[in-house]
C-alpha cells in the first residue's frame, strides 16, 4: 500500500503515519522509483504505535515501549481504566436515572422537564456558564462537563485571551497564568522530578519551560488557565509537554490552555477527555468543535493552527482592527 492507503486503512492521516517514520517507529520500504509503500509487517508495526497513542503514550515512551520497556505503558494503562472508570459510572448513573423516568411512565406519572433533563446532562457535575465580554456583544456562553484538558484556540483577534481570562475569573478557585512566566528559584526544586520526565521523552531545558512549570506547580491544585502554552517551547519540547500533561488522569483539576500550535493541539491526537473550544475570527459565540473532518467549525479550526516553528515566527504578533473613521 502506498502512503494514502495505508493511512485510511489504519485510520490514521497520513501526517501522523510520516510522525512515525520521522521517529523511527514505521520504517517503510520504498520502489525503485523511491516511492513508500507498506506491506503486512509495517502495517502491524504503525497499528500498534497508533494503539498506543490512542491510550495517550507520547512517541518517546512507545519507542520505550516497543523496546520492551513496560513501565510507561503500566501508567498508562492504569489512568486509562481511571479514566474508563470514570465513565461507566456515568453512564451507570444516567441509566438509573432514564430506569426511574420509565417506571413513573409506567405508573402514569409524566415525568417534568426539568428531571428528563437531568437524566440526560454529564454526570461530572463542573461546569460554567456567563455573557460574554468584548469583544463579543453580551451573548451568554456555557461549558458543560468540563473536561481534563480543554484547549482555547481561534485565529488573532478572536478574543481568545479574553475568553480565557473570564474563565478563569467564573470558575471556583481557577488560576490564569499569563505570559510573564518567570522562573522561580525558590519553586524549581519542585519541578525537577517532572523535567527530569520531559528531558528524558525529548524536551529541551529553558526559561521558558522552567518558568511555565513553575507558574503551573504555584497555582498547586487549582484549576489552571495557561496563556498560549507554547510560548518560548520548541517542537519536542512542547510534544513532551501534552504527553506529559495527559499523565495526570482523570481525577486531576482541568487545565484550560490556549494554544495555536498543532504540537500542542494535534487533532489526531485528541482523546475522549479533552475539549477544543474555537474562538471565531468574526466574534460569534466560541464553539466546542470535533477534532473529525467535516464536523461543524472543524475546518476553520484547523486553519487556525500552525506548526512550532511558524508559531515561533509570530509570537508576540497582535491583530489590530481600524475603524472606518480613523
Known amino acids: ?19 512515525y517514520e520521522a521517529r ?13 509503500v507498506y ?3 509495517e502495517l502491524a508495526r504503525a497499528a500498534e504505535v497508533a494503539a498506543l497513542r490512542a491510550l495517550g503514550l ?17 501508567a498508562m494503562l492504569a489512568a486509562h481504566q481511571l479514566t474508563l472508570e470514570a465513565q461507566t459510572g456515568a453512564l451507570v448513573s444516567t441509566a438509573r436515572k432514564v430506569a426511574a423516568l420509565r417506571q413513573d411512565l409506567a405508573r402514569g406519572q409524566a415525568p417534568v422537564l426539568k ?42 483577534g478572536s478574543g481568545k485571551t479574553q475568553l480565557a481570562m473570564r474563565l478563569a475569573k467564573e ?12 522562573a522561580d528559584p525558590a519553586r524549581t526544586a519542585r519541578i525537577e522530578n517532572t523535567v527530569a520526565w520531559l528531558l528524558d521523552n525529548g ?48 481525577a486531576a483539576k482541568p487545565l484550560f490552555l490556549m494554544t495555536r500550535s498543532t504540537a500542542i493541539l494535534d487533532l489526531d491526537a485528541v482523546g475522549p477527555n479533552e475539549t477544543i473550544i474555537y474562538c471565531p475570527a468574526n466574534h460569534s459565540v466560541p464553539m466546542c468543535v470535533a477534532p473529525y473532518a467535516g464536523t461543524p467549525g472543524y475546518e476553520a479550526l484547523a486553519s487556525c493552527l500552525a506548526a512550532p516553528e511558524v508559531r515561533a515566527r509570530t509570537e508576540g504578533v497582535i491583530a489590530m482592527r481600524i475603524s472606518p473613521a480613523g
Open 115 to 156: 428531571d428528563m433533563l437531568d437524566a440526560l446532562a454529564p454526570a461530572t457535575g463542573l461546569s460554567v456558564a456567563f455573557e460574554l465580554p468584548l469583544p463579543w456583544g453580551g451573548e451568554r456562553f456555557e461549558l458543560r462537563d468540563i473536561r481534563a484538558i480543554n484547549y482555547i484556540t481561534g485565529p488573532l
Open 39 to 41: 506491506g503486512p509487517n
Open 58 to 74: 507520547s512517541l518517546a515512551q512507545i519507542a520505550r515501549v516497543l523496546k520492551g520497556e513496560l513501565q510507561d505503558m503500566a
Open 171 to 182: 470558575l471556583p478557585g481557577a488560576v490564569f497564568i499569563g505570559l510573564d512566566r518567570k
Open 203 to 250: 524536551a529541551s531545558r529553558s526559561g521558558a519551560l522552567i518558568g511555565l512549570l513553575a507558574a503551573m506547580e504555584s497555582g498547586g491544585a487549582s484549576i489552571l488557565v495557561i496563556d498560549m502554552v507554547e510560548q518560548g517551547l520548541d517542537q519536542a519540547t512542547q510534544d513532551a509537554l501534552i504527553a506529559h500533561l495527559r499523565r495526570r488522569g482523570p
Open 24 to 36: 523511527g517507529l514505521v520504517v517503510p520500504a520504498r520502489t525503485p522509483a523511491g516511492w513508500r
Open 1 to 19: 500500500m502506498n502512503a494514502s492507503e495505508a493511512a485510511k486503512r489504519l485510520g490514521i492521516s497520513v501526517k501522523a503515519l510520516r510522525l
